[in-house]
């Protein structure tokens, strides 16, 4: 009798400890899948992350290349500095201009320096440079006379976040950018449903984003295919943007080389400048 009762207390002891092991198991298990596999971020979710990370950027380093309508086909590359105050260099080449093609754009002191080559020394006395005091004449007086004059002075960061506004963002993939593993999304949105999803941001915020639309409008855009490839750190490391426009079609990629690095620009030297305000006063005069 008592080695059928010790039987029977091990035996039970011994299916309660495998029963408690199950659960254990079991509970493990859970606690693994729970913690590891959380549910994917919606492609909107993870296009609105990214533009969110833009308000975080004081400065960036950015390449592009494409066809615009004005320029036709173009490459550049450039440095920008938003805080503590605006700030640009670019040089740009617009590749169906021929000599006249090339130009070094430098923004800083709330002034635009357009030229640097000898190319436009021989036509300016010798000076390789024309300053445009934007306080004094407006963006408008810059017109298209540079290649990328008129978009000097426009954040590429703001306008990566268009996307938001679209009604079918879906990802595509994944794909490596300059090294760089992203995930890529795509969707097509027109600017007035781009501004119709800013009705909830801050004021600050829907202005910010506002400005990226200026240069659609002029073109004559109003329907854009985009792009966009977000790295692991959920910020916009490559767009793209497609639209007829007005005068043909637009078709440009802008790749983020770096982010919050120290951007420098100084004025070129005053001998070497050419004053359009002062030249403007004279010719009056």
């Given at each position: 009798?008592?080695?059928?009762?010790?039987?029977?207390?091990?035996?039970?002891?011994?299916?309660?400890?495998?029963?408690?092991?199950?659960?254990?198991?079991?509970?493990?298990?859970?606690s693994k899948d729970s913690g590891s596999e959380s549910p994917e971020m919606t492609p909107a979710a993870a296009v609105a992350k990214a533009a969110k990370k833009t308000e975080e950027i004081t400065s960036l380093s950015y390449r592009m290349t494409g066809r615009t309508p004005e320029e036709g086909r173009v490459k550049a590359e450039a440095h920008m500095r938003m805080k503590?105050?605006?700030?640009?260099?670019?040089?740009?080449?617009?590749?169906d201009q021929g000599a006249d093609g090339t130009a070094e754009i430098r923004l800083v002191d709330k002034a635009m320096y357009i030229g640097g080559s000898a190319a436009a020394a021989k036509e300016m006395d010798g000076k390789r440079w024309i300053k445009f005091d934007m306080s004094a004449l407006g963006a408008d007086a810059l017109g298209s006379e540079a290649?990328?004059?008129?978009?000097a002075d426009k954040n590429p960061a703001q306008e990566s976040t268009l996307?938001?506004?679209?009604?079918?963002?879906?990802?595509?993939?994944?794909?490596?950018?300059?090294?760089?593993?992203?995930?890529?999304?795509?969707?097509t949105v027109t600017l007035d449903e781009f501004r119709a999803s800013l009705k909830d941001e801050?004021?600050?915020?829907?202005?910010?984003?506002?400005?990226?639309?200026?240069?659609?409008?002029?073109?004559?855009?109003?329907?854009?295919?985009?792009?966009m490839w977000v790295d692991?750190?959920?910020?916009?490391?490559?767009?793209?943007?497609?639209?007829?426009?007005?005068?043909?079609?637009?078709?440009?990629?802008?790749t983020f080389l770096d982010y919050n690095k120290p951007?420098?620009?100084?004025?070129?030297?005053?001998?070497?400048?050419?004053d359009l305000a002062e030249m403007m006063g004279d010719l009056e005069g």
């Open positions: 009798m008592k080695f059928s009762v010790r039987g029977s207390v091990r035996h039970r002891a011994t299916g309660a400890a495998l029963a408690a092991l199950v659960l254990a198991g079991g509970a493990v298990g859970c503590p105050d605006l700030a640009m260099s670019m040089k740009m080449t617009a590749l290649p990328g004059a008129g978009a996307l938001t506004g679209s009604k079918n963002v879906e990802k595509v993939g994944t794909e490596k950018v300059e090294g760089v593993e992203t995930t890529h999304y795509k969707g801050s004021k600050a915020t829907r202005e910010k984003r506002e400005k990226g639309l200026e240069q659609y409008e002029k073109l004559g855009v109003d329907t854009l295919t985009m792009d692991g750190e959920d910020r916009t490391k490559q767009f793209r943007m497609r639209g007829a426009a007005d005068k043909g079609k637009l078709d440009t990629t802008i951007v420098t620009v100084e004025a070129p030297p005053a001998k070497d400048v050419m």
